[in-house]
Structures are given as structure tokens and as C-alpha cells.
């Protein structure tokens, strides 16, 4: 197998740190939510963005 080139290594990059900045953002969100059906809701996003985090460890 050959080495992973450097234009998708980058590309990967990128995408994990839009994933990591869009999870910031909802957290953000979610701590500023007020009814237990926004913050519901941005779980939700958070699961279809990243389905393997756990939102649960730091949002409550």
C-alpha cells in the first residue's frame, strides 16, 4: 500500500478541524439552550455530525 498523499492528508485535516469547530459551536449552544427540547435537539446534531462522541461526558 502506498502512503497516503499529502493533498488528502490535508484534506482530512481540514475536515476534522470543521467537525471539532462546528462541536464547539453547538456545545456552545447547548449550554445556552433553555428548554430540554433545544438541547435534545442539538444532541441530535451532534450525533450526525460525530455519531462515536459522547456529548454527554462534558455537557452535563
Known amino acids: 500500500m502506498s502512503k497516503e498523499s499529502s ?3 490535508r484534506f482530512l485535516i481540514k475536515l476534522k ?3 471539532r469547530k462546528k462541536i464547539k459551536k453547538l456545545k456552545e449552544k447547548y449550554l445556552r439552550a433553555k428548554t430540554k427540547k433545544e ?3 442539538i444532541i441530535e446534531k451532534i450525533k450526525k455530525i460525530s455519531p462515536f462522541y459522547s456529548p454527554k461526558e462534558f455537557l452535563e
Open 39 to 41: 438541547k435534545e435537539k
Open 17 to 19: 478541524q470543521k467537525r
Open 7 to 9: 493533498r488528502r492528508r
